[in-house]
Structures are given as C-alpha cells and as structure tokens.
C-alpha cells in the first residue's frame, strides 16, 4: 500500500475512533481567518494553487480517477460555499490520483504529479495547456505493466517544481528520489542521495514530498517523516554531490507536506498539526521557523499552501458531509 494511502487509510481509522460529538464540534468549529468553503464531486483533494491569470483556484483530485478542477472565488463577501468544475479529466490516467503540481506561467502550462495511490505500481509527470487543457506530454516514470525501458520498481510521484528553463523535478514520495525531465518532458537523470533516506524505516514511511524551486538556482525539498529540509543545487551536473540538509532551528518540520514560497527568503511548509512559517537569510545554508499557524480542523488534514494577493491559503485533504465540502483556509503567522 502506498505511503499516502496508508497516511489516509490511518487517518479514516483514527477519525472513526473519534467520539461523533467532538468530530461534529471539530466541523462545526470557525477559523479565526478567512475561510473559502466548496463543494465537490470527491472526497479528497491533494493540491490547491492559485491561477493569478485565471483569476481561480486550481486543485488536484486525488480520488475518483484523478483530475484537475478549478474554483472561481465569489466578487462579493459572500460566505456560499463555491462549485467545483472539471476542466480535465483524462481516461487513460484513471484509477491513479492527480498530486501536487505546479503552475508554469511562463509556458502557459501545468506540470501534474500522477501516482497509483493504492499499489505504487504506476508514477508519471502530465504537462497540460493552462487555456485549453489540451494534454502536451505525458512522460511515464515507473509502471509495473510498461515497457522494460521504463522502471518498474516501487514509487509514488507526488510534487513537481519547474525552473527558469522549463525543466521538471518530481518527488517520489516512496523511493526517495526525484526525477528530473527537460522541458520537452523527457527524463534527463534521477537525483538521489543517502541523505534522502534517513535512518529507521518509520522516517521513511512517507519519504520526499513538496518541492520548490529558489530563483537562484536550487530546490528546496521537504521529507515528510523525518521533517529534514533539503536544498539541492542544479547547477553543477554532478547534482547528486549537492545535496545539504538545511539547518533547521525554532522547530520540527516533521510531518511537513507542501512548500510555497513567499518571498526568496520566506517559505511556508504546510502540514498537520500546524504549518510553519520557515526564513533564511543565508541562502538556505540555515533557517528558522519564526511562524505556526493552525486552523483548528485537524481532522482534515493540510496538504498543500498557495499565495492569493499576498495571503496564504491552505489547502485540506479530505471533504466532509453529502455535498463534500472543502475548505482553504487563510494561514496567519
């Protein structure tokens, strides 16, 4: 069973022990921050990133065979929950979830991370046309029925960053590595390290997670289990070589899922219990957590964080009730 799915599996048994009372008290419970409430076709939503050009949220399904929707957030002050809509929804990609993914504007396109959520048996990068959806590649990264070019091994693509040159760096949240595609969608390496896989196997349950690229030419990645934070310089081809643990004061990212950037110096980690605000002001070689935020609906799960005009939504996993409402929710640090 795949890392996330287990993470959900776990989660659905914890919440079925919680007393009905306090999880109905939980749902009933009002963020002290803005809130923007939708309705939706699943239960589960991996990703949510703001569409500054479109003027939407974009997110990711993570059930019913994967997708991408969009939410168009209301002119008024009106608290009405909002709809979701479809916009792709590809059939040769069912039975697999729709992951992190980023938003390449220069290109005018969306790089997807696409995995097998219960086998781990499928990890693949989609790039689609922001304007028509159209699909521009899609590049097969591990899959247990392909061709024997293509690695079969275990894997779970999860997040994807894109640098100034259209380049991809895709996280597998199960064998702790990242493949890196050129911009045309063809798989340039893989990028692993010891470092990657910290000793004792509960660090390694969910491995590497949410990605971001630094205008200066490196990534920063999260490592969900053992909270490490790493920064990967791709600007040397030895990149193996440069892979550094950033030192970390104030706090755990334990548990951290996706990254967001708020400044060059300022990056959000989003996660559960709470989500942190971390900055640096030495290029990334050490950092601080210096904010926490946590928006009380801990049954749902934070998964992802996104920048609205400067506010910083966050975005939680799982959907409740017959109409299946989802929630961001405004991040203060």
Same mark, same amino acid.
């Given at each position: 069973?795949?890392?996330? #799915? #287990?993470?959900?599996?776990?989660?659905?048994?914890?919440?079925?022990?919680?007393?009905?009372?306090?999880?109905?008290?939980?749902?009933?419970?009002?963020?002290?921050?803005?809130?923007?409430?939708?309705?939706?076709?699943?239960?589960?939503?991996? #990703?949510?990133?703001?569409?500054? $050009?479109?003027?939407?949220?974009?997110?990711?399904?993570?059930?019913?065979?994967?997708?991408?929707?969009?939410?168009?957030? #209301?002119?008024?002050?009106?608290?009405?929950?909002?709809?979701?809509?479809?916009?792709?929804?590809?059939?040769?990609?069912?039975?697999?979830?729709?992951?992190?993914?980023?938003?390449?504007?220069?290109?005018?396109?969306?790089?997807?991370?696409?995995?097998?959520?219960?086998?781990?048996?499928?990890?693949?990068?989609?790039?689609?046309?922001?304007?028509?959806?159209?699909?521009?590649?899609?590049?097969?990264?591990?899959?247990?029925?392909?061709?024997?070019?293509?690695?079969?091994?275990?894997?779970?693509?999860?997040?994807?960053? +894109?640098?100034?040159?259209?380049?991809?760096?895709?996280?597998?949240?199960?064998?702790?590595?990242?493949?890196?595609?050129?911009?045309?969608?063809?798989? +340039?390496?893989?990028?692993?390290?010891?470092?990657?896989?910290?000793?004792?196997?509960?660090?390694?349950?969910?491995?590497?997670?949410?990605? +971001?690229?630094?205008?200066?030419?490196?990534?920063?990645?999260?490592?969900?289990?053992?909270?490490?934070?790493?920064?990967?310089?791709?600007?040397?081809?030895?990149?193996?070589?440069?892979?550094?643990? $950033?030192?970390?004061?104030?706090?755990?990212?334990?548990?951290?899922?996706?990254?967001?950037?708020?400044?060059?110096?300022?990056?959000?980690?989003?996660?559960?219990?709470?989500?942190?605000?971390?900055?640096?002001?030495?290029?990334?070689?050490?950092?601080?957590?210096?904010?926490?935020?946590?928006?009380?609906?801990?049954?749902?799960? $934070?998964?992802?964080?996104?920048?609205?005009?400067?506010? $910083?939504?966050?975005?939680?996993? +799982?959907?409740?009730?017959?109409?299946?409402?989802?929630?961001?929710?405004?991040?203060?640090?």
């Amino acid at each position: 069973m795949s890392p996330s #799915c #287990c993470s959900v599996a776990l989660f659905f048994l914890l919440v079925s022990a919680i007393p009905l009372a306090y999880l109905i008290s939980l749902e009933r419970a009002v963020p002290s921050t803005h809130v923007i409430s939708y309705h939706s076709s699943g239960f589960l939503r991996e #990703c949510a990133k703001w569409d500054d $050009v479109g003027r939407r949220f974009l997110v990711s399904y993570m059930d019913g065979g994967g997708g991408i929707g969009q939410l168009v957030p #209301c002119t008024s002050d009106s608290d009405d929950a909002l709809g979701e809509l479809t916009l792709v929804k590809d059939a040769d990609l069912a039975g697999n979830s729709s992951n992190g993914f980023v938003i390449d504007r220069h290109r005018n396109r969306l790089l997807l991370a696409v995995g097998d959520l219960l086998g781990n048996r499928f990890s693949a990068l989609v790039a689609y046309d922001l304007s028509t959806w159209r699909r521009i590649f899609l590049t097969v990264l591990s899959s247990s029925s392909s061709h024997h070019s293509i690695s079969k091994e275990i894997s779970y693509a999860h997040d994807v960053a +894109v640098d100034t040159q259209g380049n991809a760096y895709v996280t597998d949240a199960k064998g702790g590595k990242i493949w890196l595609l050129d911009v045309n969608g063809k798989l +340039v390496s893989i990028i692993r390290s010891p470092l990657f896989i910290p000793p004792a196997w509960f660090n390694n349950f969910v491995s590497l997670n949410g990605i +971001v690229y630094h205008p200066d030419a490196f990534l920063l990645v999260i490592h969900t289990f053992s909270g490490f934070l790493f920064k990967i310089d791709v600007t040397n081809a030895d990149i193996t070589t440069k892979v550094t643990v $950033v030192d970390v004061s104030g706090g755990s990212l334990r548990f951290g899922d996706g990254l967001e950037f708020l400044s060059p110096t300022k990056i959000v980690v989003a996660g559960s219990p709470s989500s942190k605000l971390v900055e640096s002001s030495d290029g990334w070689r050490t950092a601080s957590v210096t904010g926490w935020f946590s928006s009380g609906m801990v049954h749902r799960l $934070v998964s992802s964080a996104t920048v609205k005009e400067g506010r $910083v939504y966050l975005n939680h996993i +799982v959907g409740f009730g017959s109409k299946k409402r989802h929630i961001l929710v405004e991040a203060v640090f």
